[in-house]
């Protein structure tokens, strides 16, 4: 068990390398930092591109008969070593934004998020639930690219290793959405509860979650909304490239959810600014080439949408939109009057996007099989696997439209 635990550590170790060499080669953007503040959404970023590239490269393997092994590293190992000796270093932004000191009840309520992604009871249920009769049998082939993933970089203990990569994942989910509400400038309080609501949800999730493809798609597309704010907000090129990577992914780990992948894609390229069409058209194709690369025969042009699934969406759907329509309503409500000596740039256009996504995703996967809406996590009966790559979305959502604005200035 020890061993398997270690090995499980240095694949992620690995997969977090990998990923940097990645997001070394996007374009320049805030993301990418190396200071005590800015390693969290640097590993979270990293971890995600590592999976996505090493993932999308066993698919080729396997489509192309060839073989598969740690030999995958090589091409990013030459490259990292290529990119050290040539080039001198990254660009980074001449002034970083004003930014609110944190709390000790905003760090706490974070640390607190973080645990319910990391407790060991979690861990060892969902082992445990990998190793029982009932669990997941590895060697199905109702198990995607993750386990497979496991299997090829050697861990000697694929269950107990997929189950702490699954928790990773999860971790990895909050710092994004984390990042995105401070980008978005949102009072720190506000994005600790936000982070504390979404680790709750993946929390009732289970094992669903964390064993299986369930924490990679969500992070795959809850990752993918959440960089998409830095591209509508700050016009972030390394976001924009990171939000089409990240949801192209979602399909590499998660093939039947294309539709809803597509649908973010489609959103992501009409809402982004017109005088960036070029840099959107090549990122959002090359998204979309690995999103049909990935999804292969799965796409089908008919939808067979059926009364079950429609019922469930709408249950989903309402209270999801209910709850970020109370939240801007308490926050228009308690509004402070804005300080005069700074204006913070509303979030209605992240929030529209973010809406937008949740919306056209959930709408697509009306067009999914049968089954993924008949099975349900144990502790949500009322989300059903064709829509759980999409509840990242709905404390993004309310965290942008009902968080307050950050006070980044003393009072008068």
Known sequence: MLLGLMQALLVLVVLAAVGRVVLALLPAGAIGGHGVGELPVTWAASHLLGMAVLAFEVLCARAFGLATGVWMLAPWVLIALGRAALLPGALVPRHAPRTAPRSALALGLSLVAA?????????????????????????????????????????????????????????????????????????PIARALVLAWLAWLTYLAGEIVVLGEGASALLALGGGAAASVGWIRRGDRRALALAALALSASVVFEPVAWRQAGAALVVLALASPRAAWKTTLVWCSAAGLVLVLAAGRRIAPALDVMATP????????????????????????????????????????????????????ALAALGEDGERWQRFAPGMPHVPMALLALLPLVPLLVGLVGAPDERTLPPA
């Open 310 to 361: 429609g019922t469930t969406l709408v249950a989903f759907l309402v209270p999801a939109l209910a709850i970020a329509a109370s939240a801007l309503a308490m926050r228009v409500i308690a509004l402070r009057k804005p300080d005069p000596r700074e204006r913070i740039h509303p979030t209605a256009r992240e929030s529209t996007v973010i809406a937008a996504m949740l919306v056209g995703g």
């Open 115 to 187: 645990g319910l992604a990391t407790t060991p009871w979690w861990i060892q249920r969902s082992v445990g639930a990998a190793y029982s009769a009932e669990g997941f049998d590895l060697g199905a082939p109702r198990h995607g690219i993750v386990s497979r993933l496991g299997v090829e970089l050697g861990l000697a203990e694929p269950r107990a290793g997929l189950a702490l990569l699954g928790v990773a994942s999860v971790l990895a989910l909050l710092v994004l959405v984390a990042d995105a509400l401070a980008v978005a400038r949102r009072a």
